[in-house]
């Protein structure tokens, strides 16, 4: 069993950066890969990134790239998103979440959930 806490949402103008925290308890969290996935109002769960369960490998959803950067620091069992230059359509409740072995880009695919954190966008 996992249980993962969000932290780190907030409000930031555009152009401004957040770093959002997911921190897991449980002894096993390294053997998990991580995913963050957003939602905004109306909208379907997106993919933004996920890293393996080393921090090697890392994955990112197109509208992203470039502008955040996903990690992962096992001694502490948290993954970070690092948020840079934000836009208005990046506001959405982030969740992180878990699953074994590999990553993928299917939030059905996770198995444990965050209850999210808020990230709002100004214009």
């Known amino acids: 069993q996992v249980q993962l806490v969000e932290s780190g949402g907030g409000l930031v103008q555009a152009g401004g950066s957040l770093r959002l925290s997911c921190a897991a308890s449980?002894?096993?969290?390294?053997?998990?890969?991580m995913g963050w996935f957003r939602q905004a109002p109306g909208k379907e769960r997106e993919f933004v990134a996920a890293?393996?369960?080393?921090?090697?490998?890392?994955y990112y959803a197109e509208p992203v790239k470039g502008r955040f950067t996903i990690s992962r620091d096992n001694a502490k069992n948290t993954v970070y998103l690092q948020m840079n230059s934000l836009k208005p359509d990046d506001a959405a409740v982030y969740y992180c979440?878990?699953?074994?072995?590999?990553?993928?880009?299917?939030?059905?695919?996770?198995?444990?959930w965050g209850q999210g954190t808020q990230v709002t966008v100004s214009s």
């Open positions: 979440a878990a699953k074994k072995p590999y990553y993928s880009v299917t939030y059905r695919d996770y198995e444990y």
């Open positions: 449980g002894r096993t969290f390294s053997i998990y890969a």
């Open positions: 890293i393996g369960w080393s921090g090697d490998n890392t």
